[in-house]
T-cell receptor, first 114, second 115 residues
Framework: AQSVTQLDSQVPVFEEAPVELRCNYS??????LFWYVQYPNQGLQLLLK??????LVKGINGFEAEFNKSQTSFHLRKPSVHISDTAEYFC????????????FGTGTRLQVTL | KAGVTQTPRYLIKTRGQQVTLSCSPI?????VSWYQQTPGQGLQFLFE???????NKGNFPGRFSGRQFSNSRSEMNVSTLELGDSALYLC??????????????FGEGSWLTVV
């Protein structure tokens, strides 16, 4: 079984400041990793995914994440946030090569203010 | 290309009633999965269908069921509704099952309120 831990339930940040949202996972098998964003009253939108290869993954809206196998982490970063980045962010995993049964973290609420 | 479409978007039901939610996947996608999102439990996997067959099931009671049609459209049904079933139900589609790297696309969700 897999589990995902997002330690920060809320992250307040000022506009144009950098941000890091933390994600750690646990799995006895190799996994694929994903970050999704959820804006108010909307579904989930994929930000980026790690399957294999380069550990630094770039996604949409200027976000990037780095896979660290030894620390079982997949932290999400953005060098300069905008008000429009205010949303809930979810980290998720899937066992590599299996069906689409995502295991999600509890989410991190990113609140960007002026 | 149209995204994942879910209907209805919002609905209110009474305890004891049943509800059916519908999902149309992205054209060409054959795998459809369902998730329940609540403030207390977060995002939880309900089940997944591929080629009209249930491939995977989460830890939900038998009141929760689903099916997939030959055109890949899917429905989920919840019988004997309980207050705790109030949630956002998300449908997701992907091109095929068994290849975990495929991107999984989500719909806008169906907001169910049980009163």
């Amino acid at each position: 079984a897999q589990s995902v831990t997002q330690l920060d339930s809320q992250v307040p940040v000022f506009e144009e400041a950098p941000v890091e949202l933390r994600c750690n996972y646990s799995s006895s098998v190799s996994v694929y990793l994903f970050w999704y964003v959820q804006y108010p009253n909307q579904g989930l939108q994929l930000l980026l995914k790690y399957l294999s290869g380069s550990t630094l993954v770039k996604g949409i809206n200027g976000f990037e994440a780095e896979f660290n196998k030894s620390q079982t982490s997949f932290h999400l970063r953005k060098p300069s946030v905008h008000i429009s980045d205010t949303a809930e962010y979810f980290c998720a995993v899937i066992p590599a090569g299996t069906a689409s049964k995502l295991t999600f973290g509890t989410g991190t609420r990113l609140q960007v203010t002026l | 290309k149209a995204g994942v479409t879910q209907t209805p978007r919002y609905l209110i039901k009474t305890r004891g009633q049943q509800v059916t939610l519908s999902c149309s996947p992205i054209s060409g996608h054959r795998s459809v999965s369902w998730y329940q999102q609540t403030p207390g439990q977060g995002l939880q996997f309900l089940f997944e269908y591929f080629s009209e067959t249930q491939r995977n099931k989460g830890n939900f009671p038998g009141r929760f069921s689903g099916r997939q049609f030959s055109n890949s459209r899917s429905e989920m049904n919840v019988s004997t509704l309980e207050l705790g079933d109030s949630a956002l139900y998300l449908c997701a589609s992907s091109p095929q099952v068994g290849v975990g790297g495929n991107t999984i696309y989500f719909g806008e969700g169906s907001w169910l309120t049980v009163v």
